[in-house]
């Protein structure tokens, strides 16, 4: 199994600590809604969204998930795992290596923000992403995703903002 829901009684132990060290203050109109850590990038999906058909948008939400989850086979080591969260919704338990090797594998979140913050973490909050769905972005942030994701990313898709050191 790839993906385990997190109890909702138990998703603040996630939450709390995310609010925490990432200041998320959520908002349709001001943005960014986290302090983007160091190092960061911020990857603008404006082109996705401005699809000229619903083919072309699919295609390329599903080609950011992808490339998120060539990204994080290939930086994790295969029995890791992720927490997901999603804005007022289900946080699970995500194994990337799991999830990679199923046939006609569904996403129970996607990595591309299409209706609410999506957030992909490693436990200890040092590497991650975070779809913002307004302001059409997606940050990644730590190494090794940072060097790995956003040259795949960025070969089709212009950069927002950079917080390198």
Excluded at 46 to 63: H, K, L, V
Excluded at 110 to 137: A, C, K, N, R
Aim: charged share 20%.
């Amino acid at each position: 199994m790839a993906w385990s829901p997190i109890a909702m009684d138990a998703d603040d132990e996630y939450w709390t600590p995310f609010y925490e060290r990432f200041d998320f203050r959520p908002s349709v109109q001001h943005w960014p809604a986290i302090s983007e850590p160091v190092p960061s990038v911020t990857v603008d999906l404006g082109p996705i969204f401005a699809a000229r058909s619903q083919s072309e948008f699919d295609a390329g939400a599903a080609a950011v998930n992808r490339l998120a989850l060539l990204a994080w086979v290939r930086v994790l080591e295969p029995d890791s795992s992720l927490v997901v969260l999603d804005w007022q919704h289900q946080t699970y338990r995500f194994w990337p290596h799991r999830f990679a090797c199923q046939r006609d594998a569904r996403w129970q979140t996607d990595v591309f923000p299409d209706g609410d913050y999506y957030i992909f973490l490693t436990d200890d909050m040092s590497t991650g992403t975070f779809g913002h769905p307004w302001e059409q972005t997606l940050c990644v942030f730590g190494e090794p995703l940072l060097s790995t994701l956003v040259p795949m990313l960025t070969g089709w898709l212009p950069v927002r903002r950079s917080n390198l050191p």
